[in-house]
DNA sequence: CACTTGACCTGTCCGC
DNA sequence: TGCGGACAGGTCAAGT
């Protein structure tokens, strides 16, 4: 999915909707690769705790329980988690919803409430996961110990992301982006935009991006993903919020799925897509060219 | 270590 | 209409 500002949108959905919800079961409908943790687990630590916090970490949702445990969530590439109240979703769901009746044969794992309202993991390619921690483990996952800093944080400064870079110099500025040791939660689409933003060829190697060029990319990456919180992500296909309902950065984007279309800035060039850190990369070939020292 | 590639899954779209 | 292949927001475990 469902990259930093998916992830965070949902979160907030659910510091909204779920805080505080005390919960009564939980369904498993697929086991164990995207709910590990044994139906004893749930009973003894899950079933009658109540949900004290939602955080996140680069693309990880982290849901406090009352019982010092913690649900660590990934949605991976399709993951959802859709709250849904007493009335279901269907019939008479608000236009922007791209959920019907659920559950629905992408139904992973149901938390059911003591209100009878229930939040649903939906997960079309099963990639995702959702597991229960000891609160206090959760910081030596070993995910945990290697994800880089949060790029929304006031101390995620130009220096603090090139000092980081630079220990990638000989692989792409697209992979690096993309590795989650480097900068927390960015992916292909934000990885994009902001090369496109900052005027960066995905393939140039990070040795030849100037720092000057690495600060206008820092600037870049924040203010998209800023933008994009505020549009509440991007749906690209399966990605909704907490109230089952779309993103509409996609609308707002520069480069990402929209080759053949123009760029933004040369009306009469289209972008186009090439492939780069084996992921679609999308660029305009005229703002974004690679420098012959890479091409050597 | 740093880096690249294939695997994990299901669904959709496109060409034959 | 059906079939095969490529591709899709992300990591991992292997390989070099």
Known sequence: MPELPEVETVRRG?????VGKQIASVSVYESPKSFPNSPEDVEQFVRG??????NRRAKVLLVSLSSDYM???HLKMTGQLVYVGK???GAGHPNDSLI????????RVSIHFSDDTTLFFNDQRKFGWVKLYPTIEVPNIDFMQKVGPEPLEDDF?????AGRLRHRNNTTIKAALLDQSVIAGVGNIYADESLWGAKIHPATRVRDVSDAQLAVLHDELVSVLALSIEKGGSTNHTY???EGQRGS???FARVFRRDELACPRHPDVLIEKLRVAGRGTHICPVCQVLPTATLR
């Open 49 to 54: 705790a109540t949900i004290t916090a939602v």
């Open 157 to 161: 400064t130009a220096a603090v992301m």
């Open 240 to 242: 909704v919020n907490a």
């Open 249 to 251: 950065y996609m609308d």
């Open 100 to 107: 019907g009746v659920l559950p629905d044969r992408s139904t």
């Open 71 to 73: 649900f660590v969530i």
């Open 14 to 18: 659910l510091a909204r909707l779920v």
């Open 87 to 89: 009335e279901r979703f």
